[in-house]
């Protein structure tokens, strides 16, 4: 069973950036690219978790309106990686962040952002 792994959290100022990683670990390339859509969703305290970015197999990408224009989400096939650059961070964004790939979740990295 593929195992996903974030990595990158941590606490920033407001305006600052973080890079978030997510890894299919034990996951060999055509099982990586068989889980089909990837994202990044997130839960701040009290509320539900939400979707913050997805990434197609061949690219496409779709943003929450909150974070369009300052997340990007990417992917590394030969890495079997998803990554999310946060730019602009602003306290709203503070939350646990999850990747999910297929039916696999990661177990959170928490993003702090302070004012």
């Known amino acids: 069973q593929v195992r996903v792994v974030e990595s990158g959290g941590g606490s920033v100022q407001a305006g600052g950036s973080l890079r978030l990683s997510c890894v299919a670990s034990?996951?060999?390339?055509?099982?990586?690219?068989?889980?089909?859509?990837k994202g990044w969703y997130r839960q701040a305290p009290g509320k539900q978790r939400e979707l913050v970015a997805t990434?197609?197999?061949?690219?496409?990408?779709t943003y929450a309106h909150s974070v369009k224009g300052r997340f990007t989400i990417s992917k590394d096939n030969s890495r079997k990686t998803v990554y999310l650059q946060m730019n602009s961070l602003a306290p709203e964004d503070t939350a646990v962040y999850y990747c999910?790939?297929?039916?696999?979740w990661g177990q959170g990295t928490q993003v702090t952002v302070s004012s």
């Open positions: 990434i197609t197999n061949d690219g496409t990408t």
């Open positions: 999910n790939m297929g039916h696999s």
């Open positions: 034990r996951a060999i390339l055509s099982t990586f690219i068989g889980l089909g859509d």
